[in-house]
């Protein structure tokens, strides 16, 4: 089975243009320079990340995402 599901709210509350999302994603996943230093990865066995539109919760996300070592394959 390969169903795949249109996305919802494209446009909404994130970018509806493919190549604007990826900008969008990759601004989100850099270091602000000016940030404390991080600790260093931690592993995870589940990380829990706010599910809210890019420019409520983008950064908070990303901050997650930047902070455990990613195993290779992810649920």
């Given at each position: 089975m390969n169903d795949v599901?249109?996305?919802a709210v494209a446009g909404l509350f994130y970018e509806?243009?493919?190549q604007v999302l990826?900008?969008?994603v990759e601004s989100l996943l850099q270091r602000d320079p000016n940030a404390p230093p991080q600790v260093p990865a931690a592993s995870a066995t589940a990380l829990l990340l706010p599910h809210a539109?890019?420019?409520y919760s983008g950064r908070i996300a990303a901050a997650g995402v930047g902070a455990v070592s990613w195993?290779?394959?992810v649920i």
């Amino acid at each position: 089975m390969n169903d795949v599901r249109s996305p919802a709210v494209a446009g909404l509350f994130y970018e509806n243009r493919p190549q604007v999302l990826r900008e969008a994603v990759e601004s989100l996943l850099q270091r602000d320079p000016n940030a404390p230093p991080q600790v260093p990865a931690a592993s995870a066995t589940a990380l829990l990340l706010p599910h809210a539109g890019h420019m409520y919760s983008g950064r908070i996300a990303a901050a997650g995402v930047g902070a455990v070592s990613w195993p290779r394959r992810v649920i």
